[in-house]
């Protein structure tokens, strides 16, 4: 049961191609891969050492008694192993061997022998061997075979294994798209990925649509990477580094891609959050690639996303990643100081939280310019829903400015995708062009989720159809609320209903009445339940919290409350990541206690009104639930003929795009 006022989707639907991940090894032959060079490598060395094996194991007893015999010219000896030529052949098994032995071995003559010198020692041994003029040697025992053959194979298995994964590795980089040469294993390459004009399909400023502000101030920059000379003559640096701010979705990908290509220079982009998982020292050495390639590229561009992940001020990073973190952020200021001035190499940034970012980067030389991308205005969305209904069929009534006025808070990125499941859903309805319903559907499911296919019982129907219808009264009969769109009891996503409000225009500046009118109409709900049925559901879980968000920030942020007064009670933390609850300020218990009275205050008196307004309008509350229980979905003309009421009377002051 969700009051859908113009709250935007936090989603960001990034359909950005070219994002592969970390290069994963092939899986399926691998382990056989393995096994063959084993195999190969045993073979290999079976083949060329055949002499380790032939020497003959003889008893000590033979040993010494050939050694009496003067029959053994030289051994050499490690550890308890003795390994020896004789003079003369010497036909094994001997005579008086053992009638096992002479059972199992068929006799042969030897020259190599070997033996095991017993535990207990054989002290007259050297001089026994010295006697009778045995050759003494500390000969390493594979004597037949070359020192450089031995090395080879001693360290064959190795080396095999080592350019196995090497091969691996390549193959895998290859097919992530990345690496280009470099370090042995890849390890400090920057999977920096490169986009060129001439590979890639070119993006130009074409494809950007409603974010102007932000394009002009990159023009600029375009204009020096096409010509330097224009710039240097005149003894100005090159522009460094550039932070692009905006909510996710907004384009800022895109524009730093729409820069490279209209200036027709390399672009070479990763992510922030790719250094995170990285092993300490890594992220550093990325860096140091990824300008090194850039440099070498020049005129080029690098575009870090997300820098807010390593960028974050040092000294308050979480546990665990923060000395790595540090080391990345460390490299990327020592390669901007490192920038002479005269290389055209630019370096874009994206983040949505610039106040968490580390002061040094934004020092002069560095992140020193900022270009805000906001949130695209209605002209602006219009402009956008263009560019992505070029390549499809659109029908008469499918009028871009009237989405544009229907979607008010949604990013570029959500506009893309809207204009997709538009697309999507005409074909399933087996239409051959797009009609203005398919986008006003599509904007349903985006923002509410999919239709759920629950069963209700006829009694929660009309209890959800009771509370939508109050949200929706409390629209049409509070002054200043936002007109109502829609009313729908199908269940999608999490809601079991919705009531669909939007501002007639874009607005920036909100007067403290609209918000009053907007936490009477969002407590609608419950106040509807509680005077029809006198109980409470679980069902405004939601719209609680939305009303106790907004109350709590007139207190604390807006100096909306008379007792409290203009002071600053909350940070403001974050403007590009939606209007949840701030954490207060560390403020004196008596002055949070006063907060959250004040805020009580705010809902219980809407709460009141909420009832008695409801109370007033009894008959067109169960008009309208009629009507819904028949027809599931209302739109903007059917809920005013249903009820009968006019729209909500503006506020007199309502300023609607005045921007202070
Ligand atoms: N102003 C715009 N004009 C046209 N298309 C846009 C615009 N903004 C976003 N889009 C579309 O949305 C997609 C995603 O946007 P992009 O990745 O550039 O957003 P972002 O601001 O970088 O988001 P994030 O912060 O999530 O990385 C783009 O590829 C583009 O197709
Ligand atoms: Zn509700």
């Known amino acids: 049961m969700k009051n859908g006022n113009n709250s935007s989707s936090g989603n960001s639907f990034n359909n950005t191609p070219g994002r592969p991940g970390a290069p994963r090894l092939p899986q399926r032959n691998f382990w056989l891969i393995i096994l063959l060079i084993l ?125 196995f994964y090497v091969w691996l590795y390549r193959r895998a980089s290859k097919q992530a798209g990345g690496a280009l ?23 130009t400023f074409e494809d950007v649509a409603g974010i102007d502000e932000a394009e002009n101030e990159l023009v600029e920059i375009v204009d020096f990477l096409k010509n330097p000379k224009k710039y240097t003559a005149l003894g100005a640096t090159a522009p460094r580094g550039i932070l692009l701010v905006g909510a996710p979705g907004t384009g800022k990908t895109l524009l730093a891609k729409a ?18 998982e990285m092993i300490v020292g890594v992220g550093a050495a990325r860096v140091r690639d990824l300008f090194k390639q850039a440099r070498e590229h020049a005129p080029s561009i690098i575009f870090i996303d997300e ?42 940034a994206a983040t949505n939280q610039p106040e968490i970012l580390d002061k040094a980067l934004l020092r002069a030389g560095r992140f020193d310019r900022r270009v805000v991308v906001n949130l695209p205005d209605k002209i602006g969305r219009e402009a956008i829903l263009q560019v992505h209904t ?25 506009l893309k995708n809207l204009c997709n499941e538009a697309a999507l859903l005409a074909a399933k309805r087996g239409q051959h062009e797009i009609h203005l319903k398919d986008f006003i559907d599509s904007l349903e499911k985006i923002i509410l989720g999919p239709e759920r296919p629950i069963i209700l019982s006829p009694a929660d129907r009309e209890r959800i159809a009771y509370h939508e219808s109050g949200h929706a009264i409390l629209g049409l009969v509070v002054p200043g609320a936002d007109p109502v769109n829609r009313v729908s009891i199908v269940p999608r996503g999490q809601a079991l209903g919705v009531t669909y409000q939007r501002p007639p225009a874009d607005r920036y500046n909100y007067p403290e009445a609209y918000l009053r009118a907007r936490i009477i109409g969002m407590l609608g709900g419950r106040a509807a339940e509680e005077i029809v049925y006198g109980t409470k559901t679980t069902g405004a879980e939601n719209d609680i919290e939305q009303a106790t968000d907004l109350a ?36 004196s218990e008596q002055t949070a206690a006063l907060v959250d009275e004040e805020v009580h205050k705010i809902i219980n008196n809407s709460h009141e009104q909420a009832k008695q307004l409801l109370r ?45």
């Open 181 to 203: 040469g470099g370090s042995m294993f890849g390890m400090g390459k920057s999977k920096a990925r490169r986009y060129d004009h001439e590979q890639d399909k070119k993006i």
């Open 552 to 587: 709590h920030n007139m207190v604390t942020r807006w100096g909306m409350s008379e007792k409290l007064g203009m002071v600053k009670l909350a940070a403001r933390q974050n403007q590009y990541l939606g209007m949840g609850q701030r954490q207060l300020d560390a403020v």
């Open 259 to 276: 820069v490279a290509g209209e200036a027709q220079v390399p672009f070479f982009s990763m992510s922030g959050s790719e250094f995170v």
């Open 39 to 163: 195999v190969g490598n045993y073979l290999v060395t079976q083949w060329f050492l055949p002499d380790a094996n032939q020497a003959v194991p003889v008893p000590y007893t033979t040993f010494k008694e050939q050694v009496a015999n003067g029959n053994v010219l030289s051994i050499h000896n490690q550890g308890q192993i003795i390994q020896g030529q004789f003079n003369h052949p010497v036909t094994l098994p001997l005579a008086e061997g053992t009638a096992q032995q002479a059972a199992s071995e068929p006799p042969r003559n030897v020259t190599a022998f070997s033996t095991v010198v017993p535990d207990f020692t054989d002290p007259g041994l050297a001089s026994f061997l010295a006697n009778h003029n045995v050759n003494i040697s500390a000969t390493p025992i594979q004597d037949g075979s070359s020192s450089l053959t031995s090395l080879l194979f001693g360290f064959g298995p190795v080396l095999l294994i080592i350019f």
């Open 390 to 414: 070029r390549n499809k069929p659109l029908a008469q009534d499918a009028d871009l400015m009237e989405v544009a006025a229907t979607t008010p808070g949604l990013s570029g990125a959500d």
């Open 616 to 660: 007033d309008h009894r008959p067109q509350l169960d008009a309208l639930v009629t009507a819904l229980l028949e027809r599931e979905t209302l739109d903007e003309h059917e809920i005013l003929d249903v009820t009968g009421l006019p729209p909500a009377p503006a506020l007199k002051d309502l300023p609607n795009q005045a921007k202070l």
């Open 307 to 348: 820098i807010d992940s390593i960028g974050r001020a040092r000294g308050q990073a979480v546990m665990g990643g923060a000395s790595e973190q540090e080391q990345t952020l460390n490299q990327i200021l020592t390669e901007m100081d490192g920038f002479s001035g005269k290389e055209e190499v630019i370096v874009l």
